[in-house]
């Protein structure tokens, strides 16, 4: 079946190097069963490393997967797919034109360094005869026969030929491009003991696959109380479940969350239902960045109290020096609850005592 995969440029030949490796402090690989899901967390992605955005196409056997790993460390829901551990290179089947083969002598000397595993001040440089030749062989090639692609293989072979110092001694595994090299008693060290999972991780892994929506909901607030680093793809699993309040938890949940895509959120803050429609807006009203303005004045505008309530919930997080409109809607609002939220967050902030009449806008 056809997964895709966000994830950035950098990454990506990093992927292709390696294969899918979880990333610290995750210990899963994530997939998509729809390209704009991986888009929305490529963009992400790059956002955040300052690099491109990139989405993999793969072909994937959760069945093959299953039976390596086990059933426990396959986990899909709502079209999206969680793997915990390793997932070969050979999968990709596409996408991530960026990066279809390193060319410029300085990309084939980052992917060089990356599948030997040498830092680059220990690795090959850009400017090596060998690294010149290679990306003129490379450059030929792709001129001389545009339809036909370069295999990851046959880069290492011309790259042995070249740059045959870098290899010497080394063993290279055709499918996975893993790395093998003799171990001398010198090499021998002690590997550092993998950090703890938190004890509360399998509790809330199975609560999530309870049939009960009480306990389902539980489990979304224990993953969000330990923080966990995969939050946002956990809760996006239920983005679709049958139950309402299962939504909802998912959705404050992200609350959470160091940061959601907007795009997949947006269209739930229109729901009919009070209880999505408010948390959809309170997460993007406290993740929305620029955009956060105009949705805490759309939530704190909402005919429904709870709308507002979980609105004003999250001005704390907002500026009350800065946006002294949005502030008074909260503390002019007929519910007092909403009006004493606003009314704590501006004690002693310089705003006028409060009057009868409500400020317009």
């Known amino acids: 079946m056809v997964w895709f995969h966000g994830t950035t440029d950098r990454s990506a030949r990093r992927i292709a190097a390696e294969g899918f490796m979880p990333k610290k402090p995750s210990r899963r690989v994530w997939f998509a069963a729809g390209r704009g899901y991986a888009l929305g967390r490529a963009k992400t992605k790059a956002r955040r490393a300052h690099a491109r955005p990139v989405v993999l196409v793969c072909e ?56 030997l595993g040498l830092k680059p001040h220990k690795g090959v440089g850009r400017r090596h005869a060998g690294i010149v030749r290679l990306s003129k062989w490379v450059t030929n090639r792709t001129q001389s026969e545009p339809r036909r692609g370069i295999r990851r293989t046959e880069l290492i ?31 021998v060290h002690v590997e550092p003991e993998p950090p703890e999972v938190d004890p509360r991780e399998a509790e809330a892994l199975e609560l999530i696959e309870d049939q009960r929506p009480k306990r389902r909901v539980r489990g979304l607030g224990l993953l969000a109380e330990m923080s966990d680093p995969d939050l946002f793809e956990w809760c996006a699993m239920y983005l679709d479940d049958e139950d309402v309040r299962v939504r909802a938890a998912a959705l404050r949940a992200m609350l959470r969350c160091d940061g959601i895509d907007a795009e997949l959120i947006e269209p739930l803050a229109d729901s009919p239902e009070k209880r999505i429609r408010g948390a959809a807006i309170a997460a993007l009203a406290r993740h929305a960045a620029a955009a956060a303005p105009k949705w805490f004045e759309r939530g704190l505008k909402d005919p429904s109290a709870c709308v507002r309530l979980e609105t004003a919930a999250q001005l704390e997080h907002l500026d009350a020096t800065d946006h002294h409109r949005l502030f008074d809607l909260a503390r002019y609002d007929p519910n007092p609850k909403v009006a004493r939220l606003g009314q704590k967050l501006t004690a002693g902030r310089g705003y006028p005592e409060l009057s009868y009449r409500r400020p317009r806008g």
């Not at 390596?68 to 079209?79: A, D, P, S, V």
């Not at 055709?174 to 090499?187: E, G, H, I």
Request: glycine fraction near 10%; proline fraction near 9%.
């Open 157 to 187: 072979e011309m790259a042995r030929q070249w740059l045959g110092e870098f290899f010497d001694g080394v063993e290279i595994d055709p499918n996975s491009l893993r790395v093998y090299r003799p171990v001398r008693p010198a090499d």
């Open 60 to 115: 994937l056997d959760l069945a093959a997967l299953r039976r390596k790993l086990g059933t426990k460390k396959i986990r899909c829901r709502n079209g999206i797919l969680a793997i915990d551990g390793p997932v070969p290179a050979d999968v990709v089947r596409g996408g991530g034109e960026p990066m279809d083969h390193p060319a410029t002598p300085k990309e084939l000397a980052e992917w060089i360094n990356s599948v």
